[in-house]
């Protein structure tokens, strides 16, 4: 589908589209700890987490690509793995957060949390169909909520047990945390998509963001980490195609084989 024809789309289906890119992007990040966890149990434990976050992608790039045969968008020949897999850099519309190397562990499983809380509620906004008047997509929210809901215990276990864990395990944690906080204004930050969405009932994303802050801030200080006061410039842009540089290096390797094997079968 040609990003410029997205406009075609319903605002509900735009939002399918960034939300499906944040959790392929995230995914494919968490399969690299495949046979690299620091322990057996984790590392099936990400692999999961990472299968359910590529099925939620696939799921809602499925619908948004019908979605744009249905309105011509997409020359009738759109599927969930071309839009994965042959789109260009410039034409995902995931976070920053998203897209970042793995780093180590604790830094992979703060990001998952700060991920994970953030998503929690925002799916629990878009389930209510009444609201946005959307049952595909609050149906989707809500295979995703119950996912998410385990993915973060599971995160947020790994904060506390890192963050007041040994001077070492802590030390860790505070740099991921150092690093990754300026990217969460991005979470926050209500695209086009959204707002469109949502319409008048955009207000419940100001209780969506005071819920999340209350829960980021009482895990953190339990944790007994100091969340930064200087946040630098905030990291922004992911949702209108402006991404790092991690992002084409990513993709490079996620998507080599469709593009060297056009039309390839399993």
């Known amino acids: 589908m040609s990003i410029g024809n997205l406009a075609q789309l319903a605002p509900s289906i735009q939002l399918l589209l960034e939300l499906s890119d944040d959790r392929l992007i995230l995914g494919h990040r968490l399969s690299q700890w495949c046979g690299h966890g620091p322990m057996l149990e984790e590392d099936i434990a990400l692999s999961n987490i990472a299968l359910d976050l590529i099925g939620h992608a696939a799921n809602g790039l499925e619908i948004v690509a019908n979605a744009g045969s249905d309105v011509g968008a997409g020359a009738n020949s759109e599927t969930a793995d071309s839009l994965a897999f042959l789109r260009d850099g410039k034409d995902f519309r995931n976070i920053h957060l998203v897209e970042l190397p793995n780093g180590d562990f604790a830094f992979t499983m703060l990001r998952q949390f700060l991920f994970d809380s953030y998503n929690v509620e925002l799916l ?97 200080t339990q944790a007994t980490l100091m969340i930064p006061k200087d946040r630098q410039a905030f990291a922004n842009g992911g949702r209108r195609g402006l991404h790092t540089e991690h992002l084409s290096h990513l993709l490079s390797t996620m998507q080599v084989l469709p593009r060297a094997f056009p039309g390839a079968q399993w």
């Open 124 to 220: 629990k906004i878009l389930m209510d169909a009444n609201n946005h008047g959307s049952e595909i997509l609050a149906g989707w929210a809500a295979k995703c909520h119950k996912e998410d809901l385990y993915h973060l215990r599971h995160s947020s276990n790994w904060v506390l047990r890192l963050g007041d864990g040994t001077a070492v395990s802590h030390n860790f944690m505070q740099e991921a945390l150092n690093l990754l906080w300026r990217y969460t204004a991005e979470l926050k930050l209500p695209s086009e998509a959204l707002l469109g969405t949502l319409g008048s009932n955009a207000i419940k994303l100001e209780s969506a963001k005071t819920t999340w802050q209350k829960l980021v801030t009482e895990t953190l």
